[in-house]
């Protein structure tokens, strides 16, 4: 196996991982998992075919698999009463620097809708490559995109599901389109 076509893909998947995580840490550690399940599992890839998109299929299938991992580890654990944790719970002051930060918002996506944002906005790859990353039919591809943008522009503005929408009269937002 050459590992110099992977070895090119590594700076686009650290920055997908980190974008995904939110955190450097998770990051490098969902790269290495990716590269290790690549390396165990490379006699499935077609020569000849997208390396790239069967590397990220690869990384988004082993994040998937941590969060409902982690999902399930949080469902056996202790519980916690919300009496003892409402200190926790208050939710803090809103700044405009805090509905600015685009990382928090990002994190506040849904897991489906934030892969899709990524992918397109960030890795510029087209519907039918995150089609076959995620494994969904391109018209879920662009829902999940429209609705992950829609979020994503509340989530910025500061707008939350029941305040009012923003101002029409504002000037349109650009949209990249593929």
Known sequence: MSTQPITEHIPSLRRYARALTGDAWAADDLVQD????????????????????????????????????????????????VDDAAAELVAPEAALDQSLDLQRCLMRLPDDQRAVLLLISLQDMSYEEVALVVGVPIGTVMSRLSRGRSRLRELMEGVGPSHTAPNPASPPLLRRLK
Request: one cysteine or more.
């Open 34 to 81: 990716t590269l290790e399940r690549a390396c165990k599992k490379w006699s499935l890839w077609t020569a000849g075919s997208d390396l790239r998109a069967w590397l990220f299929t690869l990384m988004h299938n082993v994040f998937a698999n941590q969060v409902r991992s982690s999902v399930r580890q949080a469902s056996a654990g202790t519980t916690i009463d």
